[in-house]
């Protein structure tokens, strides 16, 4: 006589579903984590370019305030290093001009290359200033991030413990909470992108400075 020997089979499916479907049992998905309502994700999708670029003053102001609030010293020395390089990018580019000018110009070609000479001087001159002030820049920053990813942390955690203990059962609290706790951790992220676009904008404006020197309907309207 003989016995079947059953081995206990995992449960499937049912048909016309696939794995994904299933409930986890454990854990929780880093986008759930991130965005445990709707409402986060269609606010996300709502941005436009306009909206980013009402926000962005206020976020660079406040990015600023929290950078001196911290750390005065390494704020001061960003700001400074910022204001230079866009100094120097216009520096350079009124020396490129020039330079261009003088290779262009009627004459030998030795005299003008003699002619040249100084204002390649000043674009080589520039060109190391800034690539120092980045240097500069990258330092600060390095020395600023911890600094303020500590702040926004003993931040967050007192606010939490200043908390009554009711306002966990409150509606919106969790959602608060993880609002909080999200803007703690990308508060060293926020002011070393705030600090790009300051970069940007002293590049930007050197730019226009030299555009305007040089003639004022080169500037794009």
């Given amino acids: 006589m003989t016995s079947a020997i059953t081995q206990d089979q995992p449960a499937q499916p049912p048909k016309g579903t696939s794995r994904d479907d299933e409930p986890e049992e454990a854990g929780v998905r880093d986008e759930e984590y991130l965005y445990r309502d709707a409402s986060r994700l269609q606010a996300g999708s ?6 980013m670029a009402r926000r962005l003053p206020a976020l660079v102001l406040r990015s600023v305030r929290m950078a001196w609030r911290v750390d005065r010293g390494t704020t001061v020395g960003l700001l400074v290093c910022q204001t230079a390089t866009g100094v120097f990018a216009a520096l350079g580019l009124l020396a490129v001009t020039g330079t261009l000018t003088s290779l262009i110009s009627s004459g030998a070609v030795v005299q003008r290359l003699w002619d ?5 001087a000043v674009v080589a001159a520039a060109t190391g200033l800034r690539a120092l002030l980045g240097i500069a820049v990258v330092w600060l920053t390095g020395r600023l991030r911890p600094v303020l990813a500590r702040a926004a942390e003993v931040t967050m955690v007192e ?3 200043g908390a009554e203990p009711a306002a966990n059962n409150k509606p919106g609290y969790n959602d608060a909470y993880d609002i909080a706790d999200r803007g703690a951790q990308v508060t060293p992220d926020l002011v070393e992108e705030a600090q790009d676009v300051l970069a940007a904008t002293a590049t930007l404006t050197a730019g226009a400075t030299v555009l305007t020197v040089l003639h004022p309907l080169l500037l794009p309207s």
């Fill in 46 to 51: 709502l941005l436009t370019t306009r909206t």
């Fill in 116 to 120: 040249a000479a100084p204002q390649l």
């Fill in 159 to 161: 606010a939490t413990l």
